[in-house]
T-cell receptor, first 112, second 113 residues
Framework: SAVISQKPSRDICQRGTSLTIQCQVDSQVTMMFWYRQQPGQSLTLIATANQGSEATYESGFVIDKFPISRPNLTFSTLTVSNMSPEDSSIYLC?????????FGPGTRLTVL | QKEVEQNSGPLSVPEGAIASLNCTYSDRGSQSFFWYRQYSGKSPELIMFIYSNGDKEDGRFTAQLNKASQYVSLLIRDSQPSDSATYLCAVNIVDNAGNMLTFGGGTRLMVKP
């Protein structure tokens, strides 16, 4: 398995502001992912965070809205920019190890 | 379009019964299959994975895969109230973008004492 921490665990933000979510893993991993889980919904992949290169975004998600950093093999950040109430969701960091994906505890974001 | 389908439920079973959770997927290139359990307010927890056709057993859990029918299921024997959660089926496809994990909508399981 993998020990994954996320900060903050939750936040309440004002419309138009930005929030950066941090994800830390207990040991080096090649693949890190960011997911969104909207209320009552399943998980949707936002992007794959690549170390040393730009993140790979899924359809419907763009770098200007969700910039991602991956400075090393144990850490990544996701920023939710210019937030609106529609961005209220749980944001989950995930890592792949030995072909299995493990999830962090999530960041619960509420945008007013 | 790559899709993973699950009945949203809720699936209600009495304590001690077998709970059967089903999942179908559309992409024949799918290579590995995962079941996650998610308690309310918590993040998904991996409980089973299966790569080959047939059954795979781990304690009270059995995953079943039929690639010809594009069908994967999870059986929970001797269901307990603590098994009450949402179960997410996820399918892994390796394509040009790398490893892709696509999730179904989840099935909510309720085990009644």
């Amino acid at each position: 398995s993998a020990v994954i921490s996320q900060k903050p665990s939750r936040d309440i933000c004002q419309r138009g502001t930005s929030l950066t979510i941090q994800c830390q893993v207990d040991s080096q991993v090649t693949m890190m992912f960011w997911y969104r889980q909207q209320p009552g919904q399943s998980l949707t992949l936002i992007a794959t965070a690549n170390q040393g290169s730009e993140a790979t975004y899924e359809s419907g998600f763009v770098i200007d809205k969700f910039p991602i950093s991956r400075p090393n093999l144990t850490f990544s950040t996701l920023t939710v920019s210019n937030m609106s109430p529609e961005d209220s969701s749980i944001y989950l960091c995930s890592v792949e190890r030995a072909g299995e994906q493990f999830f962090g505890p999530g960041t619960r974001l509420t945008v007013l | 379009q790559k899709e993973v389908e699950q009945n949203s439920g809720p699936l209600s079973v009495p304590e001690g019964a077998i709970a059967s959770l089903n999942c179908t997927y559309s992409d024949r290139g799918s290579q590995s299959f995962f079941w996650y359990r998610q308690y309310s307010g918590k993040s998904p927890e991996l409980i089973m994975f299966i790569y080959s056709n047939g059954d795979k057993e781990d304690g009270r859990f059995t995953a079943q895969l039929n690639k010809a029918s594009q069908y994967v299921s999870l059986l929970i024997r001797d269901s307990q109230p603590s098994d009450s959660a949402t179960y997410l089926c996820a399918v892994n496809i390796v394509d040009n973008a790398g490893n892709m994990l696509t999730f179904g909508g989840g099935t909510r399981l309720m085990v009644k004492p």
